[in-house]
């Protein structure tokens, strides 16, 4: 599986961004796709993700904010950002796990101007 990631940038605190990930290569079998972050010295954490047929989940700190969504019939996922906070700055990687292995995208950076 091959992830594509695309849609970082520099924004205001309060604005927004929309995150695409497109996957390609081995496709069936795919249950899970989301969306982690990482800021320099910290673990990566979850941001958001969902299950085949499921409902997103979030964590708790961007509940309410971003809201994930997934087109199956183009094997997309989308993170909507919205009113931005200077501690959602980080590195976001798209992710898929498929039959137990988890793949990931390169990276796209989110800039969060105070």
């Known amino acids: 599986v091959q992830l594509q990631a695309s849609g970082g940038g520099l924004v205001q605190a309060g604005g927004s961004l929309r995150l695409s990930c497109a996957a390609s290569g081995k496709l069936n079998g795919i249950n899970v796709m989301g969306w982690f972050r990482r800021v320099p010295g910290k673990t990566r954490d979850l941001v958001a993700h969902?299950?085949?047929?499921?409902?997103?989940d979030y964590a708790a700190s961007v509940k309410g904010r971003f809201t994930l969504s997934r087109d199956n019939a183009d094997n997309k996922v989308y993170l909507q950002m919205n009113n931005l906070k200077p501690e959602d700055t980080a590195v976001y990687y798209c992710?898929?796990?498929?039959?137990?292995?988890?793949?990931w995208g390169q990276g796209t950076q989110v800039t969060v101007s105070s």
């Open positions: 969902i299950l085949n047929n499921g409902m997103p």
């Open positions: 992710y898929a796990r498929r039959q137990g292995s988890d793949f």
